[in-house]
């Protein structure tokens, strides 16, 4: 069981990660249709990047460990940026973005929370 969960945990951080990488290289991907990119939005992607990048590369990291007491606070954190996501999702009236931001959300949050019951 717990291969699957690794498993299933890892595929989300690299959508997410990956994701960051497609809107750093392609961000009229991240925005509203007919919103232009401008300083702002390269500057934002960027800071997201900084925060997104490093949280995927912990994640992964920990789940190849397979150390049980770091998987939990670990998937919290990077269950949390998802939930923060979405919210972003929302403001730019991305919903695709919000939704898929949310079941990664739901992945990490009920897996920690299935970690800390049993």
Do not use: K
Not at 82 to 108: E, K
């Amino acid at each position: 069981m717990l291969t699957v969960i690794a498993a299933s945990n890892a595929l989300v951080a690299v959508v997410s990660g990956v994701s960051c990488l497609v809107g750093l290289v392609r961000p009229r991907l991240a925005l509203p249709a007919g919103e232009s990119v401008t300083p702002g939005i390269t500057f934002f992607l960027g800071a997201y990047a900084a925060r997104a990048l490093p949280l995927c590369a912990v994640t992964l990291a920990v789940l190849a460990t397979g150390n049980r007491t770091a998987i939990a606070p670990v998937l919290v954190v990077a269950g949390l940026a998802q939930i923060g996501d979405a919210a972003l999702g929302f403001r730019l009236r991305n919903l695709p973005m919000a939704a898929t931001c949310i079941g990664l959300a739901a992945v990490h949050l009920g897996t920690a929370a299935w970690l800390a019951l049993s």
